[in-house]
């Protein structure tokens, strides 16, 4: 038995402006209803004009130091995970370190190990897994590693994916022994298929998606990595055998959410391949009718189907699928309706809403993580829910801060999202916070970013 090691803490970061989903709705045309109800969003997370995915990342990092009363010398690593870095070459986690050392002094953080870890969205849980691996390992010199997951999700404007925008930052304090989630490496399934489903050319501010063609793969992979998970709890002996559930195995969990339909769809077709060989499947296609065919389709051809989407669709209006949604997923999704996107910040924004939202005592409950990055990537693992994490979850605020935002009208978010406002033009000038004050214009820092805290 190795050692017992995870997540002791999270803080989280958002941008204090938010989009009214309807509102944007309207303007481009679309219904409303689409994105309330199809797409399952509220509310998109915009940053302002002096934000980026490092202040972001420095914003939530300071807050967990500070809620932990850490000083740099308690941390080993800071690992940031981002696909929307401002830089190809210098790490995120390299600027976000000189932010914090205009808090704790010039060069207090120059013993720590500062990489950044890059998979689309699942960048930020194969960083944690990472770095547990580190800790375990005993190779850590200080207590705590902090692992921070920022991302700015953006689409063109008028696009499919303009809707389900948004952004976020959260950081993770790992270390042995914690307090809020131990991690279960036994179990960890990946699963990876070279793909192309969405991407950024290094060039361009936003994302190429293919947007039905991303939720097949989407569940294709997180399909073979739930797989790879039930396979290995069968090789412990937690399962007998792979006819029997998974899922009745796990009491809560929070899936990676591109839009909160996404996790529905998620946890939808995980249950129709983990209850297809039990006694119950029988009762449920009496209800909804068969299967359809796999036959002549690729597994992503076959998830997007309109034959597939047409019976998930009766599936999730089943009393089956409703409780154990309501049980297990619902509360992930308070906090991520009204956020949008957060590409790698997602899933652990979803854990700490279950952790602010649910009112029943989870101290020993199995939560399941279903990690999943374009390109394509999927990570089913799962943690034991420590017994001292409700005083961990005392100080979680994140439903505070979804309360605190300011809507801002869409001519105003579009001058945002096109970068017509200039650093100094922010629509809540920065106070207490990590700001981007200037680029470099001299030939050796040229595009440089000056980030300074400003009280
Ligand atoms: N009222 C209520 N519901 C409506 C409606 C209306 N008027 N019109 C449509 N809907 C419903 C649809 O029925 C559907 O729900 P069901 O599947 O439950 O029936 C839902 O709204 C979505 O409709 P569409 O699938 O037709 O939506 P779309 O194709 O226009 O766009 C999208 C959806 C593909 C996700 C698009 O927003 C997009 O491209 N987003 C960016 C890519 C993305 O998020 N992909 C997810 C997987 S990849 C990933 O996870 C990585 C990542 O973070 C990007």
Request: some cysteine; proline content about 5%; overall charge negative.
């Given at each position: 038995?190795?050692?017992?090691?995870?997540?002791?803490?999270?803080?989280a970061?958002l941008?204090?402006?938010?989009?009214d989903?309807?509102?944007?709705?309207?303007?481009?045309?679309?219904?409303?209803?689409?994105i309330?109800?199809?797409?399952?969003?509220?509310?998109?997370?915009?940053?302002?004009?002096?934000?980026?995915?490092?202040?972001?990342?420095?914003?939530?990092?300071?807050?967990?130091?500070?809620?932990?009363?850490?000083?740099?010398?308690?941390?080993d690593?800071i690992?940031?995970?981002?696909?929307?870095?401002?830089?190809?070459s210098?790490?995120?986690?390299?600027?976000?370190q000189?932010?914090?050392e205009?808090?704790y002094?010039?060069?207090?953080?120059?013993h720590v190990?500062?990489p950044?870890t890059?998979?689309?969205?699942?960048?930020a849980?194969?960083a944690?897994?990472?770095?547990?691996?580190?800790?375990?390992?005993?190779?850590?010199?200080?207590?705590y590693?902090?692992?921070?997951?920022?991302d700015?999700?953006?689409?063109r404007?008028?696009?499919?994916g303009e809707p389900?925008?948004?952004?976020?930052?959260?950081a993770?304090?790992?270390?042995?022994?914690?307090?809020?989630?131990?991690?279960?490496?036994?179990f960890?399934?990946?699963?990876?298929?070279?793909?192309?489903?969405?991407f950024?050319?290094?060039?361009?501010?936003?994302?190429?998606?293919?947007?039905?063609?991303?939720?097949?793969?989407?569940?294709?992979?997180?399909?073979?990595?739930a797989?790879?998970?039930?396979?290995?709890m069968?090789?412990?002996g937690v399962?007998?055998?792979?006819?029997e559930?998974?899922?009745?195995?796990?009491?809560?969990?929070a899936f990676?959410t591109?839009?909160?339909?996404?996790?529905?769809?998620?946890?939808?077709?995980?249950?129709?391949?983990?209850?297809r060989?039990l006694?119950k499947?029988?009762?449920?296609?009496?209800?909804?009718?068969?299967?359809?065919?796999r036959?002549?389709?690729?597994d992503?051809?076959f998830?997007i189907?309109?034959?597939?989407k047409?019976?998930?669709r009766?599936?999730?209006?089943t009393?089956?699928?409703?409780s154990e949604?309501?049980?297990?997923?619902?509360?992930?999704?308070?906090a991520l309706r009204?956020?949008?996107?957060?590409?790698?910040?997602?899933?652990?924004?979803?854990v700490?809403?279950?952790?602010?939202?649910r009112?029943?005592?989870?101290a020993g409950k199995?939560?399941g993580?279903?990690?999943y990055?374009?390109?394509?990537?999927?990570?089913?693992?799962s943690?034991?829910?420590?017994p001292?994490?409700?005083e961990?979850?005392?100080k979680?605020?994140?439903?505070?801060?979804?309360d605190?935002?300011?809507?801002?009208?869409?001519?105003v978010?579009?001058?945002?999202?096109?970068g017509?406002?200039?650093?100094?033009?922010?629509v809540?000038?920065p106070?207490?916070?990590f700001?981007?004050?200037?680029?470099?214009?001299?030939?050796?820092d040229?595009?440089?970013?000056?980030?300074?805290?400003?009280?």
């Amino acid at each position: 038995m190795g050692k017992t090691v995870g997540i002791d803490d999270m803080a989280a970061y958002l941008p204090k402006l938010y989009v009214d989903a309807e509102e944007l709705a309207k303007e481009r045309n679309i219904p409303p209803s689409k994105i309330t109800k199809g797409l399952g969003l509220e509310k998109l997370a915009i940053p302002d004009a002096h934000e980026d995915a490092a202040t972001m990342a420095a914003m939530a990092t300071l807050e967990l130091m500070e809620k932990n009363d850490l000083s740099p010398k308690d941390i080993d690593f800071i690992e940031i995970a981002t696909e929307t870095s401002p830089d190809a070459s210098k790490p995120i986690s390299c600027y976000v370190q000189g932010m914090l050392e205009q808090i704790y002094g010039r060069g207090s953080f120059d013993h720590v190990g500062a990489p950044e870890t890059k998979f689309a969205c699942v960048g930020a849980t194969y960083a944690l897994i990472d770095r547990l691996a580190y800790i375990a390992s005993g190779w850590n010199k200080a207590e705590y590693s902090i692992v921070v997951a920022t991302d700015i999700a953006r689409y063109r404007l008028n696009s499919s994916g303009e809707p389900t925008q948004g952004a976020a930052a959260i950081a993770l304090l790992l270390k042995e022994n914690p307090r809020l989630l131990a991690y279960e490496p036994e179990f960890t399934g990946f699963g990876t298929i070279d793909d192309r489903d969405f991407f950024r050319p290094v060039e361009s501010k936003t994302a190429v998606v293919d947007g039905q063609y991303s939720i097949g793969c989407y569940l294709r992979d997180m399909r073979i990595a739930a797989d790879a998970y039930k396979r290995n709890m069968v090789k412990l002996g937690v399962l007998k055998s792979l006819r029997e559930s998974v899922v009745e195995k796990i009491n809560l969990a929070a899936f990676h959410t591109p839009f909160p339909k996404m996790a529905q769809y998620a946890f939808a077709s995980f249950l129709i391949h983990d209850w297809r060989s039990l006694p119950k499947w029988k009762k449920i296609i009496e209800k909804i009718g068969p299967e359809p065919s796999r036959e002549g389709l690729s597994d992503v051809e076959f998830y997007i189907s309109e034959e597939y989407k047409n019976f998930r669709r009766k599936f999730m209006k089943t009393e089956e699928f409703q409780s154990e949604y309501k049980s297990k997923i619902e509360n992930s999704l308070i906090a991520l309706r009204q956020i949008g996107n957060s590409y790698t910040a997602s899933v652990w924004l979803g854990v700490e809403s279950h952790f602010e939202t649910r009112n029943d005592d989870l101290a020993g409950k199995r939560f399941g993580i279903g990690s999943y990055g374009s390109g394509s990537s999927a990570i089913v693992c799962s943690f034991i829910v420590q017994p001292e994490y409700k005083e961990v979850v005392k100080k979680m605020d994140l439903m505070r801060k979804l309360d605190e935002r300011q809507r801002i009208p869409i001519d105003v978010y579009e001058d945002l999202h096109e970068g017509r406002l200039k650093l100094h033009e922010s629509v809540i000038p920065p106070k207490n916070e990590f700001a981007l004050v200037s680029f470099g214009n001299k030939s050796y820092d040229c595009g440089y970013r000056y980030y300074r805290y400003i009280t």
